[in-house]
């Protein structure tokens, strides 16, 4: 990159193209990581959810049951 923030390339035309398609791939690259990382994450946080659900549920079933 230059000092101004536009890519470094020669003048042609094809350079230009080809140096866009380089960056776009990398930028589609590193979004496509961050997107799979969030999703593993939030797959995470969701199955801890469910888990406490599961034992609030199995709790309030043996409160109940004693109450009765």
Same mark, same amino acid.
């Given at each position: ?11 042609? !035309? ?5 140096? &866009?398609?380089?960056? /776009? ?12 990382? #969030? *999703?593993? *994450? ?7 959810? &469910?888990?406490?659900?599961? !034992? #609030? ?6 409160? /109940?049951?004693? &109450?009765?």
């Amino acid at each position: 990159m230059a000092k101004d923030g536009k890519f470094a390339a020669k003048a042609e !035309e094809k350079s230009v193209h080809a140096v &866009n398609g380089a960056v /776009a791939s990398a930028v589609n690259k590193v979004l496509s990581t961050l997107t799979i990382a #969030i *999703r593993n *994450r939030v797959d995470e946080g969701l199955r801890e959810i &469910n888990k406490v659900l599961g !034992e #609030i549920k199995q709790g309030e079933g043996s409160v /109940a049951k004693i &109450n009765e």
